[in-house]
């Protein structure tokens, strides 16, 4: 399984960011992060139709997830960015759907670094 994320940047408190993440295969996606200092967290899931999504509450209502398999691509959209939302972000893959916890996935791509100012 190969995953490619990208879409990190800088960005200021209040702005809107996307972030993608390139797949192959058949797979439940998620997205972790890891801010400095601090153990990778769990923000959102999303089934392999697109029809099932969950998020961690610190997100929820201001991050979206989906994916588009027609393009292998998983998307990302955050708004209302946070200097607290400052981390590496991961995606990951795996045949359970609904799970959170990190060592159900046992797919992960590089990170890529988002960076909010305040």
């Known amino acids: 399984v190969q995953l490619q994320a990208s879409g990190g940047g800088l960005v200021q408190a209040g702005d809107s960011l996307r972030l993608s993440c390139g797949f192959s295969g058949r797979y439940v996606m998620g997205w972790f992060r890891q801010a400095p200092g601090k153990e990778r967290e769990f923000v959102a899931g999303i089934s392999w139709t697109g029809a099932t999504t969950y998020y961690a509450d610190s997100v929820k209502a201001r991050f979206t997830i989906s994916r588009d398999n027609a393009k292998n691509t998983v998307y990302l959209q955050m708004s209302t960015l946070k200097p607290e939302d400052t981390a590496v972000y991961y995606c990951?893959?795996?045949?359970?759907?609904?799970?959170?916890?990190?060592?159900?996935?046992?797919?992960w791509g590089q990170g890529t670094l988002v960076t909010v100012s305040s």
């Open positions: 990951a893959a795996t045949s359970k759907i609904g799970t959170q916890s990190l060592s159900d996935y046992p797919y």
